[in-house]
């Protein structure tokens, strides 16, 4: 079953049911939510917390702590509180940390099937978390599969995947618990996208997406980009994690950025673009991109922002961001909307690409434009028109021109 799109180029959603984490609702039609998991000790309350708040301000719905000993439950009483986003305690193998961690108050619980065996532990767990209201992820790696089922299937694939879910989901049903999401995770994008096809087409749970161990950037995004893209251009999916070797608010920029990029979320921060720049290009447009993605990014900037290395297509091609530069004889080009407002020296592009953003958000497009330079537009025109008479080769064109005509008529020798 699958629900209509707001946007009619989206494809319809796989219809799923709605659970809720603390504020946040996942499923059924819900907004697709991106997670993130700490790195620091659970123990140092305050090393989490402050990873925490990084993470929800680069983008994180949701957080994934780590409750792997006595500490760390304990921890996470201090935590749950403070925290700016729902947390979910990440449990492997010991059933009494489930336990410790309902009791300090996690809004969410992750468990791995494969690592909590006893049905009568994971019982235990999903009982107390119906009595809280407390949804539980269950979350399968192929990596860490039951062995019984490795010993069935030879090998994790995607049947292998799905059962360790459904058997798990078994349990939890077992005691009346149904508030359930479901991960079936692999570091081979193929499977994985297999995985959740199977596991999508035998259930109406939410689904967690995410490529397991993808590695440092940029290999790891484009393997998760890879997974849960097709997923989600497909309509699979609810919540998402990207597991990178990096800083984790890497993970949730590269999260948010994609729910954005393919219109699944509004933007919230900003959108730098840039040309890929060419031989054409009259500043490094690398430098200069990346010297404006940090300023504005500091200044929470909440704009789509254009960054291009020549007047002669800048402007054109980019006259949808809502402001970009573009460099011509040592000097920056600023645009809003594609119209040219301000000609400033190239050593102080960045400073005034930021200046005019700030003023943009503050005052808007109208009066940005209405307060343009008078000569700015007429200097960049003229600029591209020296440009572009001086790159055209008008007699390599007429050669051109020469050499097809006679192929036409039959004048070369090798059509005989
Ligand atoms: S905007 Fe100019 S410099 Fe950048 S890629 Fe296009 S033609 Fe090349």
Do not use: W
Request: charged share 25%; hydrophobic share 45%; net charge negative.
């Amino acid at each position: 079953m699958t629900e209509a799109n707001a946007d009619p180029l989206l494809p319809p959603r796989r219809k799923s049911r709605r659970i809720r984490l603390g504020n946040v609702e996942i499923g059924g039609g819900a907004p697709v939510t991106v997670q993130s998991m700490t790195t620091t000790k659970t123990a140092d309350v305050d090393a989490t917390l402050a990873q925490v708040y990084a993470l929800a301000g680069a983008g994180a719905d949701i957080v994934r702590i780590t409750c792997n000993d006595e500490d760390a439950a304990a921890a996470l009483a201090h935590i749950v509180p403070r925290a700016p986003v729902p947390i979910v305690a990440d449990i492997h193998f010991q059933y009494r940390l489930a336990l410790a961690a309902l009791v300090a108050g996690v809004p969410g619980l992750r468990l791995n099937p494969g690592n909590i065996r006893k049905p009568e532990h994971i019982k235990a767990v999903a009982a107390e978390a119906r009595d809280r209201g407390v949804p539980i992820r269950i979350g399968v790696n192929a990596g860490s599969l039951d062995k019984d089922l490795m010993d069935k299937y030879g090998d994790a694939t995607p049947e292998a995947l799905v059962e360790s879910a459904e058997k798990e989901i078994g349990y939890l049903n077992d005691v009346g618990f149904d508030d359930i999401k479901i991960s079936v995770k692999a570091s081979n994008v193929p499977l994985m996208v297999a995985a959740y096809r199977l596991l999508a087409s035998r259930c109406d749970y939410p689904l967690h997406l995410g490529v397991t161990e993808a590695g440092p950037p940029p290999a790891g995004i484009v393997k998760s980009t890879a997974g849960i893209g097709t997923l989600l251009m497909e309509g699979i999916g609810d919540t998402i994690r990207y597991s990178l070797t990096a800083d984790p608010v890497e993970e949730a920029r590269a999260g948010r950025t994609l729910v954005e990029a393919l219109g699944l979320r509004e933007r919230e921060g900003l959108d730098l673009i840039a040309c890929p720049s060419c031989g054409r290009a009259e500043v490094n447009v690398i430098h200069v991109a990346e010297a404006a993605q940090e300023a504005l990014r500091e200044r929470d900037i909440p704009l789509q922002v254009a960054v291009m290395g020549c007047v002669v297509n800048g402007p054109g091609e980019a006259r949808s961001a809502d402001i970009g530069i573009a460099a011509g004889n040592g000097r920056g080009h600023l645009f809003i909307k594609g119209r040219v407002v301000r000609v400033v020296p190239e050593a102080d592009m960045v400073e005034a690409l930021v200046e005019e953003a700030e003023r943009l958000v503050a005052e808007g497009a109208d009066a940005r434009i209405a307060a343009a330079d008078a000569d700015a537009a007429d200097a960049a025109a003229e600029l591209r028109a020296d440009r572009l008479a001086h790159d055209v080769d008008p007699n390599a064109s007429q050669l051109r021109e020469d050499a097809a005509r006679s192929t036409a008529h039959g004048d070369d020798a090798t059509t005989g």
